[in-house]
Every structure is written in C-alpha cells, then in structure tokens.
C-alpha cells in the first residue's frame, strides 16, 4: 500500500502467500492495483494470481484501481505510484464485470471517484460497453451527470455520438450540423403533437381506442427517428420536453373548454384534482429551477 517493495518481496522470498486475504477477502493483488504499486502487481499477474479475481463483495483488482487510493493516503518517498487500469486491462481484465450489490462497472466507479486516467483507459478499451446500467438503472452517462463529473459527461457524449455517426444516411449529416434547423424541428414537432391529438380526439367516427392508439404510435415512430438520425444528445433532451410542453398546454386548452359545461360527478372530481396538481407542479418547477422551462 505505502510502496515498500522490498519489505513486499522479503515476505515473498520467506514463504508469504501471495493469494491471502483478509476478513474481507482482500488480496494484495486488490491493494496493488488500488495504489498504484504496478511493480507487485507484475509480479502478481506473473505468478498467475487470477486477474479477475474477486473479494468478498464481488470487486475486482480493475474496479479498485479505478478507485483509486483513500483521500489521505500518503506514500513512501521516493516509491512509484502510477494508475494501473491499463496495465490490468492488458493482461485480459473484464472491462464489463459487475459487482453484485449495486452492479457497479469499473465505468461506474470511475466515473463515482473522478478518476479521469482509468475513465479514458477504459473508453478506449474496444469491448467497453458505455450503455451497461447499475442498480439504479443508471447508465454511465446519467450517472456522470448526477455526479457532476464535466469531463466524464463530454467525452461519453461525443463517444455515442461518432458511433452514431457511422450509420446516419449521407443526406441527414447536414441536419447533424446546422442548429437552426434542428430548433425548428423541435418547434414544429410541438404543433405536430398538438394538431395530432386534437384531430384524433375529434374522430368520432372511429373506435375510441384507435383514436388514442394512432397518435401514440405515430408520436413514438417519429420521435425515435428524428432523436436517433438527426438531434445530437442536448437536442434530444430539448425535444422529450418539447413533448410534454405541448401534450401538456394542449390538455389544458381542452380542460378550459370542459370547464365551461360543469358536471360533478366523481370522474369529474378526480379529473379537476389531477389538472390542478399539474398546475401546480409547473409552478414548483418555476419557482425551484426558473431557468428550466425556458
């Protein structure tokens, strides 16, 4: 841990075994890699310590050293301390295990621990997968936002999009580049919406469930191509909102129209109890996070 590595080999040449481990089923080969002590952790590997091996709650020597070393750790003078992800990735380390409790990926943890040199190990690593979800059912991208990791968020970003630019058509890249035609779309896809639900809800002459089906589907279809073909990642979240905004003003335009002829009945009641909450929950949204809607 302190970098001794003459004290590491003196037990070894005495008969200490190198595959021991604590109560917690710690092995040094855990400690070597979360420390940096890349000269035991050859040794290690080459005396055929396994090099996914695993401690008691499922991590493995790759996940410690995206951990990295505690806060307060102080090493030896003039003893070498390196991050050895890439080392361990090179001898053969599972870049996708997951521990078994909260299903964490070395990803996850080192995006957790705002350890940027294992995160680019491991984003360059070719079978990394940037999709695999932990517990929480948080991919690493939503997890590097809610850990507030800047540099984390940028390079997943431009990661998912080049590998969605190798299979967009040839004629939508100009929509990949140009700002203004992607914030027209948004905006025309609010009225979309809008003029969508309303003539189907209109339809009486069809079934009531194809009149909700209809613009459910053509919704989904349309919205999956345009964000997966056209909209980079900020893009798509302006345009999940933009959906809700408009859904949303449309419902209350026709709750106005259905104020005008009061009925009473528990339907009613329910249906004015529902409204009015989401009326409510706008203005908390307002209040809290004043730049959101707009």
């Not at 003039?78 to 992800?85: D, E, F, I, L, P």
């Not at 998912?160 to 896809?189: D, E």
């Not at 979309?192 to 079934?207: K, R």
Request: aromatic share 14%; glycine share 6%.
């Amino acid at each position: 841990r302190q970098g001794c590595t003459e004290a590491f080999f003196l037990l070894v040449d005495n008969g200490a075994a190198i595959k021991s481990a604590d109560v917690n089923g710690v092995q040094p080969i855990h400690i070597a890699a979360q420390y940096g002590q890349i000269k035991i952790l050859a040794y290690l590997l080459g005396s055929g310590v396994d090099v996914d091996c695993v401690d008691e709650r499922g991590f493995t020597p790759l996940m410690y050293s995206c951990i990295g070393p505690s806060s307060g750790y102080v090493p030896l003078p003039n003893s070498s301390h390196v991050c050895c992800t890439q080392f361990l990735l090179t001898f053969g380390a599972d870049v996708n295990h997951q521990e078994p409790t909260r299903h964490y990926s070395a990803l996850h943890f080192s995006i957790n621990n705002q350890n940027p040199i294992s995160f680019h190990s491991l984003l360059k690593h070719p079978q990394i997968n940037i999709h695999v979800k932990n517990g929480d059912n948080f991919d690493p991208l939503i997890f590097a936002r809610m850990r507030q990791n800047s540099d984390a968020v940028a390079q997943l970003e431009r990661r998912i999009q080049s590998t969605k630019a190798h299979i967009k058509p040839v004629f939508l890249q100009r929509y990949l580049v140009n700002a203004g035609i992607r914030k027209w779309l948004t905006r025309f896809f609010m009225l979309f919406i809008m003029t969508l639900i309303g003539l189907s809800v209109n339809s009486y002459e069809h079934s009531y469930w194809l009149r909700i089906l209809f613009p459910i589907v053509v919704i989904f279809l349309c919205s999956h191509l345009f964000s997966y073909y056209v909209l980079e990642a900020k893009s798509v979240d302006h345009f999940a909102f933009a959906y809700v905004i408009s859904s949303s003003v449309l419902m209350y335009i026709t709750y106005w129209i259905y104020l005008q002829e009061p009925k009473f009945t528990i339907s009613d009641i329910i249906y004015h109890f529902s409204t009015v909450y989401g009326l409510y929950c706008v203005r908390c949204i307002k209040t809290l996070n004043p730049g959101f809607i707009k």
